[in-house]
């Protein structure tokens, strides 16, 4: 599975993005999706999960205050919404897939997206 993260940029304090998940392989529509991000010179971090079917969810640490996590079947996309961002939230931001359960393990995933940048300037 080929994944596409995109909708990444640069914004203020307090602003919202929301990050898109795409693919084309019809494995996309029955796989676990989870969101990530790494700073520069920080571990991969977990942000959020979400299974199959979407009716299921999972956050890491502090991240559900801000941040959900949602899926369009019907557009084979899975979103990250982010709000009241943070110059802390300044990452590159990445998707992935698995089979099975959804994970909050970044070494379960199989398939993984090329990243997009979120950069917030106080």
């Known amino acids: 599975v080929q994944l596409q993260a995109s909708g990444g940029g640069s914004v203020q304090a307090g602003a919202s993005l929301r990050l898109s998940c795409t693919a084309s392989?019809?494995?996309?529509?029955?796989?676990?999706v989870g969101w990530f991000r790494q700073a520069p010179e920080k571990e991969r971090e977990f942000l959020a999960t979400?299974?199959?079917?979407?009716?299921?969810?999972y956050y890491g640490d502090s991240m559900k205050a801000r941040f959900t996590i949602s899926r369009d079947i019907t557009m084979n996309a899975v979103y990250l919404q982010m709000n009241n961002l943070k110059p802390e939230d300044t990452a590159i931001y990445y998707c992935?897939?698995?089979?099975?359960?959804?994970?909050?393990?970044?070494?379960?995933?199989?398939?993984w997206g090329q990243g997009t940048q979120v950069t917030v300037s106080s």
């Open positions: 992935a897939a698995k089979d099975g359960p959804y994970s909050s393990s970044r070494y379960s995933y199989t398939a």
């Open positions: 979400i299974n199959w079917s979407g009716d299921s969810t």
């Open positions: 392989a019809p494995a996309f529509r029955t796989a676990a």
